[in-house]
T-cell receptor
Framework: AQKITQTQPGMFVQEKEAVTLDCTYD???????LFWYKQPSSGEMIFLIY??????QNATEGRYSLNFQKARKSANLVISASQLGDSAMYFC?????????????FGAGTRLFVKA | DAGVTQSPTHLIKTRGQHVTLRCSPI?????VSWYQQVLGQGPQFIFQ???????GRGNFPDRFSARQFPNYSSELNVNALLLGDSALYLC??????????????FGPGTRLLVL
């Protein structure tokens, strides 16, 4: 069965430093998509970055990059130059399926604390 | 352009009652998904709809149902509410349900409290 694992319940990082949030996944599908979302205390879910299973290059979006290692089934999020506003919950998610049906599953999340 | 909108923002119900949650996707988006997020956990997938047809279903009881309208808005219905149904219900829209084109954008959610 498909599964997303985020092993870090909480992470601390100093402002302006880089931080890596871990995510591993398990699927038997060849075609799938991987996502990272940020959820501040307000509750909104903010899309950060997407990686397709067939994409050969790692995705980047501004200060966010996704370290995609397909053979190891990992999709770690790297945030460079952390800012105080980055303090939030971060969720890794995977979508798999085909035109007959799709399913998206989320990990348990990692709470990031950015220290001044 | 307006983002995903959900109504109501907050709701209090008692056990056994019925609830209807509403979602309007981003203009041009034809796929809507529903998620339940219990406090302290990640979102759990409930349904995905595309072009008014159910395209995906999570592991939820039949008390949960949904539908999508011709304007691509959607309703999530929950019957016979239980205390455990208390959660943040998130709606997400995307242009197309498939991966690659399936980046989802979430609404602010509806906070349901069942007493």
């Amino acid at each position: 069965a498909q599964k997303i694992t985020q092993t870090q319940p909480g992470m601390f990082v100093q402002e302006k430093e880089a931080v890596t949030l871990d995510c591993t996944y398990d699927t038997s599908d060849q075609s799938y998509g991987l996502f990272w979302y940020k959820q501040p205390s307000s509750g909104e879910m903010i899309f950060l970055i997407y990686q397709g299973s067939y994409d050969e290059q790692n995705a980047t979006e501004g200060r966010y990059s996704l370290n995609f290692q397909k053979a190891r089934k990992s999709a770690n999020l790297v945030i460079s130059a952390s800012q105080l506003g980055d303090s939030a919950m971060y969720f890794c998610a995977m979508r798999e399926g085909n035109t007959g049906g799709f399913k998206t599953i989320f990990g348990a999340g990692t709470r990031l604390f950015v220290k001044a | 352009d307006a983002g995903v909108t959900q109504s109501p923002t907050h709701l209090i119900k008692t056990r056994g009652q019925h609830v209807t949650l509403r979602c309007s996707p981003i203009s041009g988006h034809k796929s809507v998904s529903w998620y339940q997020q219990v406090l302290g956990q990640g979102p759990q997938f409930i349904f995905q709809y595309y072009e008014k047809e159910e395209r995906g279903r999570g592991n939820f009881p039949d008390r949960f149902s949904a539908r999508q309208f011709p304007n691509y808005s959607s309703e999530l219905n929950v019957n016979a509410l239980l205390l455990g149904d208390s959660a943040l219900y998130l709606c997400a829209s995307s242009p197309h349900p498939g991966q690659g084109l399936g980046t989802q954008y979430f609404g602010p959610g509806t906070r349901l409290l069942v007493l």
